[in-house]
Nanobody
Framework: VDLKESGGDSVQAGGSLRLSCAAAGYSGTDYCMGWFRQVSGKEREEVARIDNFDRTTYSDSVKARFTISQDKAKNKMTLQMNNLKPGDTAKYYC?????????????????????WGQGTQVTVSS
């Protein structure tokens, strides 16, 4: 399984970016996929998730600004990020694994996900 993120860049506060995650060698179209981010020295945190019923969940810090979507036919997931803030600066990772909505609170935990991309850097300047 190979996950590859793209779309990271440096932008000014208030700007937008669109991250993409391409999945290869993976047929888990009925599993959850998530976007996580990590700042050096801090724990990795989930920012958005789309579950096997195509329901989306967001962390409070990005709600109403970020939108997660998935194209199952193309094995591709995206994260549209609007009104970016300096606090959004981080390396962003996509992740997936044999997880479904039934896994409930586990879905917020990075350790629950088996497969990870290498990450793409997002830097937001004030």
């Amino acid at each position: 399984v190979d996950l590859k993120e793209s779309g990271g860049d440096s932008v000014q506060a208030g700007g937008s970016l669109r991250l993409s995650c391409a999945a290869a060698g993976y047929s888990g179209t009925d599993y959850c996929m998530g976007w996580f981010r990590q700042v050096s020295g801090k724990e990795r945190e989930e920012v958005a998730r789309i579950d096997n019923f195509d329901r989306t969940t967001y962390s409070d810090s990005v709600k109403a600004r970020f939108t997660i979507s998935q194209d199952k036919a193309k094995n591709k997931m995206t994260l549209q990020m609007n009104n970016l803030k300096p606090g959004d600066t981080a390396k962003y990772y996509c992740a997936t694994g044999p997880l479904t909505a039934a896994d409930g609170p586990l879905l917020w935990l990075p350790i629950a996900y088996n497969y990870w991309g290498q990450g793409t850097q997002v830097t937001v300047s004030s």
